[in-house]
């Protein structure tokens, strides 16, 4: 097997997924909302690319209000939507971006002066050019997950990709702090 199949990138047997669309497995949301729920509760969340609702179904059946939105219809939320310039009377975000413009998602959702969370590939912030971002937006936590989600479980039985949630409060931190999660 080729690294690119083993990291998840394109091979002849397995091209990327069309948009970045890979569904979130509910244990990773389940994990965010078991240490940050006390963050977003009494919230509004926008979930701006909530593709096929999977982030969305979780926060719902945990009681938050959700607004569903992707630029892509995959049958869940508002489609046709643009994160980057569209505009959601929200209180906090909770989103899996496309891995793409994940920077951009992290910018805009900063201007937005709410909490928020990203979920990203573990090596996300292992970037020169995302340093003055981290600097920047100020995290309060980087969240590791200690079990490889299943994004994509048509690539096989064994994931293979490491996860992080990124979680800001409504002003940039001076100090992120670590956190190891276990699998709920």
Known sequence: MKS????GGKSPKNNRNAADFYATPPECTIALLNRFEWLFRGKRIWEPACGDGAISKVLELRGFR????????RGYGESNMNFLNAECACDAI????????????????AEKKVPFAMLTKSTFWHAEK??????????MAVMAM????AMSPE???SA??????????CIPNKQTKYILERRP
């Open 155 to 157: 690539r096989g039985q």
């Open 66 to 73: 959700v607004v569903s939105s992707d630029l892509h219809d």
């Open 146 to 149: 200690t079990w490889r989600p």
């Open 160 to 169: 293979t990709m490491d996860f992080i949630w990124t979680v800001w409060g």
């Open 130 to 139: 995302r340093r003055r971002l981290f600097i920047d937006t100020g995290p």
């Open 4 to 7: 690119s199949t083993i990291i």
């Open 94 to 109: 909770i989103t899996n971006p496309p891995f793409r413009l994940a920077s951009n998602f992290i910018e805009r959702s």
